[in-house]
């Protein structure tokens, strides 16, 4: 079975511009994560999905960060305009709910605006 | 304070040893615990959750105490490719996963 795909693989852009990140989760899975990792803060909880609703997006760091789930097997995490602090690995992750609910993880976006 | 706190580390060993290391975690209510291992510029997955009275998966080892609020893991005869971050994870009653920001482990041969 395929696992989390997302994509791009890498990025580079420069500052102002719009970077959208994609991720297609698990097929059955109806959780959706959006994660980001940094050296500095570790993972840290972006936004929630369940069942294509965005449940938490407590994490969202500003208005700059929008995130979608239009179907189960799609969603989007869009920064406009981008900025140098954004610069990070972007995961995004899928659940079960009610199976033990072990998030499986995508291979992460890396982001680098300049 | 952090929720999760963990050695960085790192921890340099030479094969066939064991290591040992901790987390502590700061919400009493958390409910599930996991050890996640994270290989240089991969994404994390999940290397074995821990129960109450202590649990094996092959040389590792995962112990909790919720009464001092640590979780530890212990590698057997560790391996090369035992070299890895290792993510300590505790889980509330809600969908939450919070993070430690990982123990380095590195095996030389």
């Known amino acids: 079975d395929a696992g989390v795909i997302q994509s791009p693989r890498h990025e580079v852009t420069e500052m102002g511009q719009e970077v959208t990140l994609r991720c297609k989760p698990i097929?059955?899975?109806?959780?959706l994560f959006w994660y980001r990792q940094t050296m500095m803060r570790g993972l840290e909880l972006l936004i929630y999905f369940n069942n294509n609703v965005p449940i938490d997006d407590s994490g969202m760091p500003e208005d700059r960060f929008s995130a979608k789930m239009p179907n189960a097997s799609f969603s989007t995490l869009k920064i406009q305009p981008s900025e140098p602090r954004d610069s990070a690995v972007y995961f995004c992750?899928?659940?079960?709910?009610?199976?033990?609910?072990?998030?499986?993880f995508g291979p992460g976006t890396r982001l680098l605006v300049l | 304070r952090k929720e999760v706190e963990q050695d960085p580390g790192p921890f340099n060993v030479p094969e066939g040893a064991t290591v040992a290391f901790n987390c502590t975690y700061s919400n009493s209510a958390s409910q599930s615990f996991f050890w996640y291992r994270q290989d240089c510029r991969k994404e994390p997955k999940l290397l074995m959750s821990v129960y109450s009275s202590g649990n094996e998966d092959g040389r590792f080892t995962a112990q909790l105490n919720r009464a001092s609020q640590y979780i530890s893991l212990l590698i057997r005869d560790s391996k090369l490719s035992d070299s890895a971050t290792y993510l300590c994870?505790?889980?509330?009653?809600?969908?939450?996963?919070?993070f430690g920001a990982g123990t380095t482990v590195t095996v030389r041969a």
């Open positions: 994870v505790v889980k509330g009653n809600d969908y939450k996963l919070s």
């Open positions: 097929s059955g899975h109806n959780s």
């Open positions: 992750a899928s659940a079960k709910t009610g199976a033990g609910e072990t998030q499986y």
